[in-house]
């Protein structure tokens, strides 16, 4: 099962991802943070990783 990881240098804090995914992404510090892995059972992690502006969401 892969889970998804934010590269920090690229994540612009706009929080898509968060907002589509709050059990997996939460926002700290302008920047977003995996919170929940395991969770992406619950939303749509791609979903979510494909609303990233800069593609900063990847699955490994």
């Not at 995914?21 to 969770?39: N, Q, T, Y």
């Amino acid at each position: 099962m892969s889970v998804p990881v934010v590269d920090m240098d690229l994540c612009i804090g706009c929080g898509s991802c968060s907002e589509m995914c709050p059990e997996v992404f939460e926002l700290r510090d302008d920047k977003a943070w995996v919170i929940g892995a395991d969770k992406c059972s619950t939303c749509d992690c791609e979903a979510a990783a494909d609303t990233c502006p800069v593609e900063a969401i990847k699955f490994e």
